[in-house]
């Protein structure tokens, strides 16, 4: 596997693990809870500001090889992944134009990428 190929991995892995935390966050903001503290120090909350940070320093490490510009472009593959996983664990229905928008997002990632 060439080098920049798995810099590149990496960034998509942690703009995946990104977007993972934002389903726990939205899951969690679901929940009643008693206090206000409780609300934002329980368990699934600091679990995802974790996830964040890791996220991060996935990124940091993946800018070390994979050129500034593709950046972005990699980036965008987020508003996919929170798509999907939104549809899997929310039950958030794909509408006909966020459809049409991930398709438009997923053809400038190939465009890009050749």
């Not at 990496?10 to 679901?30: D, E, W, Y």
């Given at each position: ?34 206090s206000?503290i ?38 965008s ?38």
């Amino acid at each position: 596997m060439n080098e920049k190929l798995l810099f590149m991995f990496i960034f998509v892995f942690g703009v995946f693990i990104s977007s993972v935390s934002q389903i726990v966050l939205k899951k969690s903001a679901q929940k009643e809870y008693s206090s206000r503290i409780k609300e934002y120090l329980n368990p699934n909350v600091i679990c995802a500001y974790i996830v964040f940070f890791g996220a991060t320093l996935c990124s940091i490490l993946a800018y070390k090889k994979i050129p500034l510009s593709l950046g972005p472009i990699l980036e965008s593959s987020g508003y996919i992944f929170v798509a999907v996983l939104s549809y899997l664990f929310l039950k958030e229905k794909i509408s006909k134009k966020k459809f049409i928008g991930l398709a438009v997002i997923i053809i400038g990632i190939i465009i890009y990428s050749l």
